[in-house]
């Protein structure tokens, strides 16, 4: 779980190696702007593929928003505490994967669709990557590659 500390090494490590960013489009910080108008400790990236991502702090949560050139919004992730994960995926976990932990859990938000929740499981033998909706229903589980030890 992170903790404030975290977060404050975190942002300031993003901040020391990002002192050199890409000029980000007026647009695209406009957007962010307006859809979060109070993000804190803002950190612009840019994707290979052309994106800008703005990292950030909005009331304890840790939030990177995707945008195009012309300031679309693409999308969303924001990092989530144990306990701001709903009621229906911890109820999901606790009856469907009764072995795992679940560590790293985002919300994803989209444009175009419905948002998801994903969420790390880890057991002693394997770990899980699952995708959530907000009720709960599983919509992806996918084996991670890792060594456990």
């Known amino acids: 779980m992170k903790t404030a500390a975290a977060f404050f090494f975190y942002f300031t490590l993003i901040a020391t190696l990002s002192a050199q960013q890409t ?52 999308g969303s992730i924001l990092y989530l505490e144990h306990e701001s994960v709903p009621e229906a ?10 072995d795992y932990e679940m560590y790293d859990v985002t919300k994803v938000e989209l444009p175009s669709a419905e948002g998801y929740y994903e969420a790390i499981l880890e057991s002693e033998s394997e770990a899980l990557i699952v995708r959530f909706s907000a009720a709960g229903k599983v919509l992806l589980k996918e084996l991670i590659e890792m060594d456990l030890e």
């Open 89 to 98: 995926v911890h109820r999901a976990v606790a009856r469907q994967f009764p």
């Open 23 to 74: 000029d980000i489009p007026q647009a695209a910080e406009k957007a962010l702007s307006q859809r979060y108008p109070k993000a804190e400790a803002v950190i612009w990236d840019v994707t290979e593929e052309g994106e800008y991502v703005a990292t950030f702090m909005l009331t304890q949560t840790e939030i990177s928003a995707r945008y195009n050139a012309k300031g679309v919004w693409l």
